[in-house]
């Protein structure tokens, strides 16, 4: 069983278009679907979930899409922080803050320090988040802390100032929507994790289809670099 899975939930406005509804129809119920993950997840006993809600370069996206989503951000912590208590969810928001609101951003503080005890899945969202900046910011955040080390650092140097330093690197990383691509998402942690793609959008995507995903996981011979004959031994 992975102990981390990490998704790309992708195909939600294209979901919705297929089906002549607007876009944020489709980020709607990509809410919903997130919940049943969630819930399968914590089932199943995985110790962490991370998922990529909104990545740096959305920012792109038509602006009133963007307004949706933040709006829609601010709606889910509101509603969702009073259910991640009782089921015992951490939470974790990882990425660029500088430009949320004031309300929002207050918001992401109160719910991880309300959510901080709890000792069942820790549930990560990546909002404003990019590869390219956790390890920038990383090792600008480092090197102010240690000039010294600007003469030469190892990965072990670098990794306590990483976003996900609190967590293992993901064993699973799935996406949905039919792109196969990582699209700047963990690419640090993502180095020897296994891949797995559907074409199914979001929205479709449920407990049944985590399920598939995991047993594909299951089927594969993880040897970080070695050969099978070296793991058999």
């Known amino acids: 069983m992975p ?9 939600n406005g294209r979901w919705a278009k297929k089906r002549m509804m607007p876009r944020i129809y489709g980020h709607k119920k990509g809410v919903d679907a997130l919940r049943e993950v969630i819930r399968a997840c914590d089932e199943l006993k995985i110790g962490y979930l991370t998922v990529f809600a909104f990545s740096s370069e959305n920012w792109r996206r038509p602006a009133d899409e963007v307004t949706f989503l933040m709006g829609l951000f601010l709606q889910v912590l509101h509603s969702e922080v009073e259910r991640m208590m009782r089921n015992n969810i951490r939470l974790k928001i990882i990425g660029d803050r500088s430009k949320f609101s004031s309300e929002l951003v207050a918001l992401i503080a109160s719910a991880e320090a309300q959510t901080s005890a709890n000792t069942g899945l820790c549930l990560t969202i990546a909002a404003d988040y990019g590869g390219h900046w956790d390890i920038l910011t990383a090792t600008q955040q480092m090197l102010k802390a240690n000039p010294a080390l600007a003469a030469g650092f190892s990965e072990t140097d670098l990794q306590p ?11 699973l990383f799935i996406r949905t929507g039919g792109e196969q691509r990582i699209s700047n998402f963990l690419l640090w942690q993502l180095a020897y994790t296994e891949l797995y793609f559907t074409d199914l959008a979001w929205p479709e995507f449920g407990r049944a289809q985590l399920r598939e995903s995991i047993a594909s996981f299951q089927q594969r011979e993880r040897r970080f670099g070695r050969i099978s004959e070296q793991l058999s031994e």
């Open 3 to 11: 102990q981390h899975i990490a998704i790309i939930m992708d195909g």
């Open 161 to 171: 100032y990483l976003s996900m330093s609190y967590a293992p690197d993901p064993d």
